[in-house]
């Protein structure tokens, strides 16, 4: 069993270069701006709009994942000196789709 963690954020007045470090740094912590299917299609995420799968354990719950991830997207901002928002969610048994027009 996984958890699904999506992540969508926004940076204010950030240049090319804070949104690349960013997105490094969201990299490192296992989320990709692409979802792979389970056909081995890979689907690209809308912009500043990130996933991971990531194991689900007896010890874990869906809020200490997302807590995991809010606290290390925090040290990726102050990391690259940028302010921003940020959404995440997380669930298990999930699925999901794409529709491009």
Partial sequence: MSWLVVLSYELYNASQTDFA?????LKSLGLINEIISEY???????????AGQFTKDADNTS????NYIKDNTKKIFEEAGVEGKMFVAAGENW????LVT
Avoid: H, M
């Fill in 21 to 25: 470090k960013v997105n490094r740094g």
């Fill in 40 to 50: 081995g299609t890979t689907n690209e995420l809308p912009r500043n709009t990130f």
């Fill in 63 to 66: 809020t200490e994942i997302v």
């Fill in 95 to 98: 699925s999901w789709g794409e």
